[in-house]
């Protein structure tokens, strides 16, 4: 049973922070570090039952999952998109989940940016009805493609806020990855701030690497205290991967909540 939430928050991706453990013993993981939420990717292939019984056990949140994995800038796909978007809100709401996280798709070669840009709003505001009704909140993520994925179409958060710009839904906005957004632009302090309406959900990471918080360039206390004091209600993602004792990282990044 989801709880009341103020303010910033952690939240645990399991399935990299306790990659390879089944899922109700990373859930277990998370309580004992003294986190109160937890996320995941594909609940496709989950058993859901068992991630329910966990959660209510250790009285947690299932802070956010995926939708399916479909491109949302190819509009012969659109089709897919909202069946897999529409089968992932039931999926979310009987996890009894606010957050959607979706990819938007690689980028199309021989197709103009600006007609792929089109078919990523389409799609989006296509999507906001469903989730307007269902009172669920999806969050497109721009991703590097420097590091860990070439070819993807959104790798920029300015480029992501013109997009929920033009959608006009409060149930369409951007999970702000700050590892990502380190490498492909930098000025995150300023980027999230400025934008801090259209974020919906946040992920970090140790930048470079993609390990603790505590290793690489990114200072975190400063970072959360920033979108702390602008006024955002909900959860930051700890999607990493570790080098260390996982329960130890998790607990020093509780001190900074």
């Given at each position: 049973?989801?709880?009341?939430?103020?303010?910033?928050?952690?939240?645990?991706c399991?399935d990299?922070?306790?990659?390879?453990?089944?899922?109700?013993?990373?859930?277990?993981?998370?309580?004992?570090?003294?986190?109160?939420?937890?996320?995941?990717?594909?609940w496709?292939?989950?058993?859901?039952?068992a991630?329910?019984?966990?959660?209510?056990?250790?009285?947690?949140?299932v802070?956010?999952?995926c939708?399916h994995f479909i491109?949302?800038?190819?509009?012969?796909?659109?089709?897919d998109?909202?069946a897999?978007?529409?089968?992932?809100?039931?999926?979310?709401?009987?996890?009894?989940?606010q957050?959607l996280?979706s990819?938007?798709?690689?980028?199309?070669p021989?197709?103009?940016?600006?007609?792929q840009f089109?078919?990523l709003?389409?799609?989006?505001?296509?999507?906001?009805?469903?989730?307007?009704?269902a009172?669920?909140?999806?969050?497109?993520?721009?991703?590097?493609e420097?590091?860990?994925?070439?070819?993807?179409?959104?790798?920029?958060?300015?480029?992501?806020?013109?997009a929920?710009?033009?959608v006009?839904?409060?149930r369409?906005?951007?999970?702000?990855?700050?590892?990502?957004?380190?490498i492909?632009?930098?000025?995150?302090i300023?980027?999230?701030?400025?934008?801090i309406?259209?974020?919906g959900?946040?992920?970090?990471?140790?930048?470079?690497?993609?390990?603790e918080?505590?290793?690489?360039?990114?200072?975190?206390?400063?970072?959360?205290a920033?979108?702390?004091?602008?006024?955002?209600?909900?959860?930051?993602?700890?999607?990493y991967?570790?080098?260390?004792?996982?329960?130890?990282?998790?607990?020093?990044?509780?001190?900074?909540?």
């Amino acid at each position: 049973m989801t709880k009341p939430r103020t303010g910033l928050q952690p939240s645990v991706c399991i399935d990299a922070i306790f990659e390879g453990l089944p899922a109700v013993q990373a859930i277990q993981n998370v309580a004992d570090c003294g986190i109160q939420a937890f996320e995941f990717w594909g609940w496709w292939d989950r058993d859901l039952d068992a991630i329910i019984q966990a959660r209510d056990l250790h009285q947690l949140t299932v802070s956010a999952c995926c939708t399916h994995f479909i491109s949302l800038v190819d509009p012969d796909r659109r089709d897919d998109y909202l069946a897999g978007l529409e089968a992932s809100i039931a999926a979310a709401q009987r996890l009894d989940c606010q957050t959607l996280i979706s990819q938007v798709g690689d980028f199309r070669p021989g197709i103009d940016r600006e007609s792929q840009f089109r078919a990523l709003v389409d799609g989006l505001q296509q999507a906001a009805p469903m989730l307007e009704a269902a009172g669920i909140t999806l969050v497109i993520e721009p991703l590097n493609e420097w590091v860990d994925h070439p070819g993807y179409f959104l790798t920029r958060s300015d480029e992501a806020f013109a997009a929920i710009d033009q959608v006009g839904s409060d149930r369409v906005k951007v999970v702000f990855d700050i590892y990502h957004q380190q490498i492909s632009e930098g000025n995150v302090i300023e980027n999230i701030t400025r934008n801090i309406a259209k974020i919906g959900h946040f992920h970090a990471a140790g930048n470079p690497g993609r390990h603790e918080l505590t290793c690489g360039e990114l200072h975190y206390p400063s970072i959360f205290a920033a979108i702390a004091e602008s006024g955002f209600e909900g959860f930051v993602g700890l999607e990493y991967w570790p080098k260390d004792d996982p329960a130890a990282g998790l607990r020093q990044v509780v001190s900074w909540f």
